[in-house]
């Protein structure tokens, strides 16, 4: 029997506070907001207590933020993509900004069990003004449990529409992608960092940004496998490549502190269910 599972996390502003107010259907949970950081911004744990998803199951994850709101979300762990019958497991998610608004997602990993067909969706919707910062980390397989991934597919699809779209299918017996030079070079992590904008960014903020992204990528043991780029002046964009998703991860939260002080002039400190 496939589990679906539905919510809707608002954000506002009142008298100075971020406020978030959510609904749901199925097994979507948020846990209390917290406020580290005072008043200005909102932290939220997003929950799914099966803990994954098999083939046949959708998580619909509907985000919005009014003017002047910042939410950060994040995750307690991974989400898992278990084997499939034949049927698509399926996590869809879309976040819209109303000018001014601050958002960022940063759920942990996506873990791909060997066998499974997953799609990953995630939609962004920008009013001009408004900015976004998020990541997208990725595992094929459970390589420290000796694990590979060695049938299924998973699909990754992220896009600011008419401006940005990444789409990738990667299929376990398309050895080519897996392990060729040209595709992933044998590695089993896929990571991503973004900034998106609603309108386009000042060159000079622009720049700043790939250039303090790359001081961090040339003093990390992943240099070699990591890149900084801007396909479009309302994005900038870091990809990383690892074995593993912890020394991925690593670097996608220095950038993130980097970006965070360049971009907002705001410090970075770890939500506290990463030390959890």
């Given at each position: 029997?496939?589990?679906?599972?539905?919510?809707?996390?608002?954000?506002?502003?009142?008298?100075?506070?971020?406020?978030?107010?959510f609904r749901h259907?199925?097994?979507?949970?948020?846990?209390?907001?917290?406020?580290?950081?005072?008043?200005?911004?909102?932290?939220?744990?997003?929950?799914?207590?099966?803990?994954?998803l098999v083939g046949?199951?959708?998580?619909?994850?509907?985000?919005?933020?009014?003017?002047?709101?910042?939410?950060?979300?994040?995750?307690?762990?991974?989400?898992?993509?278990?084997?499939?019958?034949?049927?698509?497991?399926?996590?869809?998610?879309?976040?819209?900004?109303?000018?001014?608004?601050?958002?960022?997602?940063?759920?942990?990993?996506?873990?791909?069990?060997?066998?499974?067909?997953?799609?990953?969706?995630?939609?962004?919707?920008?009013?001009?003004?408004?900015?976004?910062?998020?990541?997208?980390?990725?595992?094929?397989?459970?390589?420290?449990?000796?694990?590979?991934?060695?049938?299924?597919?998973?699909?990754?699809?992220?896009?600011?529409?008419?401006?940005?779209?990444?789409?990738?299918?990667?299929?376990?017996?398309?050895?080519?992608?897996?392990?060729?030079?040209?595709?992933?070079?044998?590695?089993?992590?896929?990571?991503?960092?973004?900034?998106?904008?609603?309108?386009?960014?000042?060159?000079?903020?622009?720049?700043?940004?790939?250039?303090?992204?790359?001081?961090?990528?040339?003093?990390?043991?992943?240099?070699?496998?990591?890149?900084?780029?801007?396909?479009?002046?309302?994005?900038?964009?870091?990809?990383?490549?690892?074995?593993?998703?912890?020394?991925?991860?690593?670097?996608?939260?220095?950038?993130?502190?980097?970006?965070?002080?360049?971009?907002?002039?705001?410090?970075?400190?770890?939500?506290?269910?990463?030390?959890?």
């Amino acid at each position: 029997m496939a589990w679906n599972a539905t919510l809707s996390l608002d954000y506002t502003l009142q008298a100075g506070k971020t406020v978030a107010h959510f609904r749901h259907d199925g097994p979507l949970r948020i846990l209390q907001s917290l406020y580290p950081e005072g008043d200005a911004v909102c932290h939220n744990v997003l929950v799914h207590p099966p803990g994954g998803l098999v083939g046949g199951d959708t998580l619909d994850i509907a985000v919005t933020a009014a003017a002047g709101s910042h939410g950060l979300i994040t995750t307690p762990g991974a989400t898992r993509f278990y084997r499939s019958a034949g049927e698509t497991a399926l996590q869809r998610t879309r976040i819209r900004l109303e000018a001014g608004a601050r958002a960022e997602w940063l759920p942990m990993e996506a873990l791909c069990y060997s066998g499974c067909l997953a799609e990953n969706h995630l939609a962004l919707d920008l009013a001009p003004g408004a900015e976004l910062m998020g990541w997208d980390v990725t595992a094929l397989g459970l390589p420290s449990a000796n694990q590979p991934f060695e049938r299924g597919s998973f699909c990754q699809h992220i896009e600011l529409p008419g401006v940005w779209l990444e789409r990738a299918r990667i299929r376990a017996d398309d050895l080519l992608l897996m392990n060729s030079p040209l595709g992933l070079a044998g590695q089993r992590c896929i990571a991503t960092l973004f900034f998106t904008a609603g309108s386009k960014l000042e060159r000079q903020r622009r720049q700043l940004a790939l250039d303090l992204a790359r001081q961090v990528l040339e003093a990390h043991p992943l240099s070699a496998a990591a890149g900084a780029t801007s396909p479009d002046a309302q994005v900038v964009v870091v990809r990383v490549l690892a074995p593993l998703v912890e020394p991925a991860m690593v670097l996608l939260k220095q950038v993130w502190k980097v970006w965070r002080q360049h971009f907002w002039g705001k410090d970075a400190p770890s939500p506290r269910i990463w030390s959890a």
